[in-house]
């Protein structure tokens, strides 16, 4: 089973921030070609983390499908579940309705859905 979340992104090249999808834990399998291994650079700029809690920055994030050499932004979460499904991957929905009633943050990202 994998976690979908949207998270924000600052593209250095361009200077702007904006969200990106990313899936947790790490893809196998058909989802390996949909997604390519980034490091989140830091939002802050603040280089002291010792009273932050470990965020990994190594993270898994989809390929734009309309756009390879860019990363999926949330206006593709149309084509990403039309993808998904064309795999054979299940959007589940009870479990992400649980989930997002807990009201449960976890760190900048935001959850979309689960799958499996």
Do not use: H, V, W
């Not at 361009?14 to 969200?19: E, L, P, T, V």
């Not at 190594?58 to 734009?64: E, K, P």
């Not at 579940?81 to 807990?102: A, H, P, S, Y």
């Amino acid at each position: 089973m994998y976690a979908i979340y949207s998270t924000p992104y600052l593209d250095k090249l361009n200077k702007c921030y904006y969200d990106i999808l990313i899936i947790e834990p790490r893809p196998i399998g058909k989802l390996t070609n949909m997604c390519k291994q980034i490091i989140i650079p830091n939002l802050t700029g603040t280089t002291d983390c010792s009273n932050c809690p470990t965020i990994n920055k190594c993270i898994y994030a989809f390929i734009s499908i309309n756009d390879n050499s860019k990363l999926m932004q949330p206006n593709e979460i149309p084509n990403l579940f039309n993808k998904l499904i064309e795999e054979g991957f299940n959007i589940n929905t009870d479990l992400t309705k649980m989930l997002m009633q807990t009201n449960i943050r976890q760190n900048d990202k935001k959850l979309l859905c689960y799958i499996s």
